[in-house]
């Protein structure tokens, strides 16, 4: 008796794109809903293997920068959030307590970590006494806590999730300045390079930067189908406001005392929601190859007879096995109780990138039919080529998904300099690059302006300033006040 059973989302993309977006990522097996407390969630294997995947590149790219990994507490002593007050102000709201032990009530309340600047600053005191200790770097990979009050997403927007987070002092601002930027560098290199993302790196503006930081560097993605812009990942200067606080000092070269220039960077597991969100169409998710969980399934096509269907089993077993031999991440289904269209379907769902059908004829002529996850094309293989043909197939879709992503964003990317094209491009769901002046009150005025239009949500923001800035005539004014413009900065609405 087959066993069939639903599958599939039950939403387009198109009509319905919050509830495709949870869909997604439950049916196609990233995650499960944590019901007893709203906002959290279980990764499942293949969320944990994209991890894992983007931290294997992360440790072996910082290891060069020397960068040493550590573990820090998730308790923050209330004291220490009270001395940052001024930074954790933007956090206070979301900030999680533990104010009690059994049936005592704690002398001193905890905070579990929203971040750990007020962590880990102390210990550099600590350990930082002369020019000698410096540059100290660490980073760490571990779970985050900010009690979100608005509309929980998976990834998106937890109230747990897991992040890096890396914390370093310098002598030198210079130093500093360029770690910031290497730092950056590698955080794009992780969605472009893995998970077919095309990202901006930018600046952000002083609305929008790290609370306490002099600076803030990030890189940001663009979701055609929304509109929207999402922060990707961060990296900031903090210049030396935390030295101040935690009086993180040094002994210089000429005996004389210097507090140290310090940076903080971070990228978190909302790296896979904006993969998902980028490349997921109507039949489920679409993993890039380079971090695909599985690259390759197997499926055989079944046939009558129980002794037939043993051999089409050992077939694919076979397939899976010299894959797996080529280094290529590979599994086999070849499960009785569902349909080949079942099995099918599933896979689309939960976006391998290639599928193997074996039926009786791919056995009577030594071939494999491979088809793609990202195009459906469909091709006929001797098994003599078919490492090849899976590799070379599996870095044209690496490209290609990242090709398509590019281009749409492209294509949603509209250059104004009036307020009159400001506000059409934004309710037409564009990435806006416009000319502005730079002033705090400017783009609070945008915000406030914007907000409530008919593409609903918050008011649009800068999201950044290109690090690549486009030629900015002498002449050009300001989109929003019409004061003589400083920069090209992009806008829009965002996550």
């Known amino acids: ?85 001024n930074h954790i102000e933007g956090f206070a709201p979301e900030v999680a307590w533990v104010t009690r032990a059994g049936d005592t009530e704690l002398a001193t309340p905890f905070a579990l970590r929203p971040t750990s600047e007020t962590v880990i600053y102390p210990f550099f005191s600590k350990w930082i006494r002369g020019h000698r200790d410096l540059p100290l770097k660490v980073y760490q990979w571990c779970n985050v806590v900010r009690w979100e009050s608005s509309d929980p997403t998976p990834f998106i927007r937890s109230r747990e999730f897991l992040w890096q987070e890396g914390h370093t002092a310098f002598a030198t601002k210079e130093e500093a300045d360029r770690e910031v930027l290497d730092v950056l560098n590698i955080y794009s290199r992780v969605y472009e390079e893995l998970l077919a993302v095309p990202v901006i790196k930018g600046i952000k503006s002083e609305n929008e930067k790290f609370a306490g930081g002099l600076y803030t560097t990030s890189i940001e993605a663009f979701i055609p189908s929304t509109g929207r812009g999402i922060q990707a990942a961060t990296s900031h200067s903090l210049g030396q406001n935390f030295a101040k606080m935690f009086d993180v000092t040094f002994e210089d070269k000429k005996g004389k005392r210097s507090m ?8 978190s597991t909302r790296s896979i929601g904006v993969m998902v969100m980028t490349h997921g169409d109507d039949e489920g998710l679409v993993f890039p190859p380079r971090v695909a969980p599985f690259q390759v399934v197997v499926i055989q096509v079944p046939i009558k007879g129980a002794a037939d ?99 749409k964003v492209e294509e949603c990317t509209q250059k104004v300099e009036t307020w009159d094209e400001f506000v059409k491009a934004l309710s037409q769901k564009k990435l806006i690059l416009a000319p502005w002046c730079d002033e705090v009150e400017v783009e609070k005025d945008v915000k406030k302006r914007t907000r409530g239009d008919e593409t609903g949500g918050g008011g649009a923001k800068t999201l950044c300033t290109p690090l690549e800035q486009p030629e900015l005539r002498k002449d050009t004014l300001c989109f929003a006040s019409g004061k003589p413009a400083k920069k090209w900065s992009y806008w829009g609405k965002s996550y």
């Open 1 to 85: 008796m087959k066993k069939e059973t639903r599958l599939g989302i039950s939403v387009k993309r198109d009509e319905d794109y919050g509830n495709w977006y949870s869909e997604v990522c439950r049916f196609g097996d990233l995650v499960e809903y944590y019901e007893s407390v709203k906002g959290i969630y279980i990764l499942k294997p293949s969320a944990m293997k994209i991890w894992k995947t983007i931290q294997r590149l992360f440790d072996a790219e910082i290891e060069k920068m020397n960068v040493e990994e550590y573990y820090f507490p998730i308790f923050v002593p209330g004291s220490a959030l009270e001395k940052e007050k």
């Open 260 to 267: 140290v220039w310090q940076n903080s960077w971070g990228l």
């Open 309 to 407: 269907d043993q051999v089409l089993c050992n077939a694919c077993e076979a397939v899976k096995s010299t894959l797996q031999e080529a280094g290529i991440r590979a599994k086999v289904d070849i499960r009785d109780n569902y349909s080949c269209g079942w099995k099918y379907a599933d896979q689309e769902l939960k976006g391998s990138p290639l599928r193997i059908e074996i039926g009786p004829r791919d056995l009577a002529n030594d071939q494999v039919r491979i088809v793609r996850r990202d195009t459906g094309a469909k091709m006929d293989v001797k098994r003599g080529g078919m490492i090849e043909q899976v590799k070379d197939l599996l870095e044209k879709i690496q490209r290609n998904l990242y090709d398509v992503a590019k281009r």
